[in-house]
């Protein structure tokens, strides 16, 4: 049975089950979805159940779409919306998605593209075939979402192909071989940085992750040369939990050695994971290294990426169906869970996860329809790596700032762009706004700002509490006016040089370069100020140095290394981590429902994984393994 | 540096260390060897200590072989040995090798063809150019023997130009990169049957085994699809333990799927396992099952094999060295000992092991020069899997045979051809010449008696005392006049028809077809007879129900089912077995020095590998393991 005589089946079938007078114009697998082109779209949204019941029979995943041809070329479909829109609903931008045969329209008020009961909308579907979404114009814009949307917008007839292809392959007819699943470690065992596995049965292989450690000096990337994921294109699909570097690094350059499949992510994992992609190399360019692949590759990338939403169950390979859960670790960041065969076996990969509610998100998913094997971060794992409640760490830090500005200081937090910055700034947000801490501004220098545009571009991927700040009480913690962005040198200058008590994050977060020196140099001779680590700080790292109370310290100034001597007070908030620490982790395992068969530890340093993976063992009787890299461990 | 860079430094050096006046005229590497070869081999015979030196100094095992230009036509070099040899003394037979440039000459009295001192072997030398070694014609002829050196001889360009490709590849070059050592399982992990691992490094990888479970009705095969040994014309060098099928028996299969490599194996292996996959193909093509190779693929592996004897430390890859041991379990059989890197790690595959010396073989080795993982069978794995010793097998057996000859019984005893027929022979043959039994003829019928020549075709494969037997004492026992070969159907005929007593050896061993089943339908219904099993008996044979106790029989006679009534004796004499008993393989790992780190066991069902690696474990406090088929360990 080769492919088309599915569809063909699939089409008579489809037929059979259609209440007369409804077509189809086609019948097309793309990427995950098996897509319905009709001429009467219309006829299919007012039937709605006519789409879950065939879902049902088929087993797949339906989306019904306007046939290409009824769709109205896009600058026209522009003229038309303005038309039939009033003018005051501050109409800010168009995207037309092919994939979807969607056009979200950006409007400063909504409700005036809606309608009343929607009878604005309806005349625009009349009129431009399109299906029209209505979105709020994002409050601060992105400029990497800008550009991605750009992007895919010239790349979609391409993106057609490719979906289709992948589409093809994901519902290729299966011969029946042998019955076995195989999980590879191929990169963050018994270490942090560079995670990737891989997922295998006699049918499939699907690469989980596949990060970089940008602090290594050699053993930096995955083992990809290994046979089991040779030649890359033999690869089904790559799945991404979260975009940093470490999990996500290294994806670009598949496609520079024959990886040509799907790419599967949450949609912020794909944007956040292009924006540090970009400053990945951006840096190591800056520093004189190699980097190993160019932009060109990570538009590769996004013109390869499925994007998945938390809780849709999809279909990537014959015999796999991926999906996506909260991990609440940054923003996007998930469990990959994978359901395979018929009922035959589930396995989750955590990629980092917090199982605990933080300012931005909820805690991490632990309760799946089926679960046997999970394998699970550790970077906490050790029995005394304890952190301080979230809570904790909030009046810890807000009692150093008030202390701080109260003696006329200034704070300095290095931080990374994306995860810490935001949970900070919604801290810093609530203490300003109840007069906790005074109400000075708070700068955001570094790709801080950038990430959180990204951050306000996907509210739905925040807590409840958060959500319904936004949604319902039109309070955007990010909008605050107490932060400013600092978009230049010479914006940069002149906060430095202004001697009003502040607060500033700036990138790095370890200090080992950014603009976080700049602020360094200036604050860093004044005791009065306070500088405030939130994060891991890595042995060799400049900040390490700091913390451990070195205070003189060699800096570069003008291209002449100078010592540079420390005044400004030097503290550390713990409890900011999107890591869970042991108790969290052990709690995770602890309330899984159901309880899984195995625990396989990962990601984190050799310690850590034995000895979470022993208590693990020993406290909750499940079967446990800390692989070494280039493993192969058969979980049936 | 290319492999001919390596060449031309490894001559320069060769030519700055001969003394004066002893010139090379050409140098490759063929198979694991660095040839040189010369117009003076005799310059290079006198001066014993310059290849010892340059072997010392290159790190390379160096052979040197006359000029092939100075090597006499065949057909023109035996008329001129007949001319040179007295004619009494007996030419059997004459075996050109050309990998070596030696001929074998076979005499009934080679005293005359070596003359007094050696003047008619230089005499020889002078004349033809090749090397003569002088050997004993052996005692039985054994046509598989034959028919390989045939047709070796046949394929000799090809072979030539195969080991200079090997050759070539083994002393690559390597990059430096990555260090690690890894043992995937592809078959015979919790289960008996399909034995085969691939050892890899960055470099290299190696298959060592590669069985066939005959019984199975499906994975009856090694995982030979998986990425792993994908494409199989990526494997360096497949190793071959021993010639049983299930370690052995789809060995020519790989050739049809793209290998090209080099076979490793003990001569003794070589002949046994083309005899034993021929019968294989045979049998399955005399029960109407197809095959999975035709004696084409024998052949081509064959072609490809390069015969190691126990003890020769041997470069199978750029960086392994491979060392045969002496296993004890059948003609040939080898533990596999693999040194990886200059001094990095060894590994030690036992394949099948006996560590118990018998009438046949000295016990296995357990002693290497290093050794850090061993991966073990546990076949007697159980805590309850004890044996009697030998000893007490070899009195027991001759009791029941006595007391059946002494009621003018005879005696069936079911056996495979490789390895119990001739322990049992053996046996049988001391103790008629002692007197313990009757002077009866002993029939030999289906493949035993060929088997047996190949035994006598490689006497220093047998253990001290039998050496000292044949060599010294001119006592052979395999050519005691007591063993009757059974030739033809005519011959067997006669046996069965003649009512003397007589001890009857024949296959297949469970009884599931071969001659023996002719036996049983003559010799079953009189109760004076004895059969007597001493091997192991599947669940789901003939063997097995008799074994049990059934006494009526649905037997073939004559293309029709009859029910037959069975009344002879029945009994089993344990401990002929060629395995190590549970005491046995607790003592090897007890007793191995130097002490390794970690055991990984296979080969046995799953609660016997579980309980040998627990037993292990807690008394011996080394780490192991029993890995499922399809899992990798990474040893380093």
Redesign the interface.
Known sequence: MTIDDVLNELRAKIADKLPKGITISGLEFEGPELVIYTTEPRAFADNGDIIRSLAKDLRKRIVVRPDPKMLLDAEQAIDKIKQIVPAESGLSDFYFDPDTGEVIIEAEKPGLVIGRHGSTLREITKHIGWTPKVVRTPPIESKTVKDIRQYLRTVKDDRKQILKTIGRKIHRPVSTK?Q?I?V?TLGGCKEVGRSSFLL?T?ET?ILIDCGVNTGAES?GTP?L?V????PLS?IDAVVITHAHLDHCGIVPLLFKYGYEGPIYATPPTRDLSALLQLDYIEVANREGKRPPYDSALIREALKRTITLNYGDVTDIAPDVRLTFYNSGHILGSAIAHFHIGEGLYNVAFTGDFKYEKSKLFDAAVNNFPRVETVIMESTYGGMHDMQPARREAEIEIQQVIKQTLARGGKVLIPTFAVGRSQEVMIVLEEAIRRGIIDNVPVYLDGMIWEATAIHTTYPEYLNVELQDMIFHKGQNPFLSPSFVQVDSPQKREKILADPSPCIVLATSGMMNGGPVMEYLKTYGHDRRNTLIFVGYQAEGTLGRRIQKGWNELPMSVGGKTEIMKINLQVTTVDGFSGHSDRRQLMEYVKRMDPRPERIITNHGDENKCLDLASSIYKKYKLETKS????????LI
């Open positions: 042998d076995w195989r590879t295998s006699p292989r053993n083992y040369y046979p089991e994921v040779s033999s692989p070494m890299n280039l493993e192969t461990i058969r």
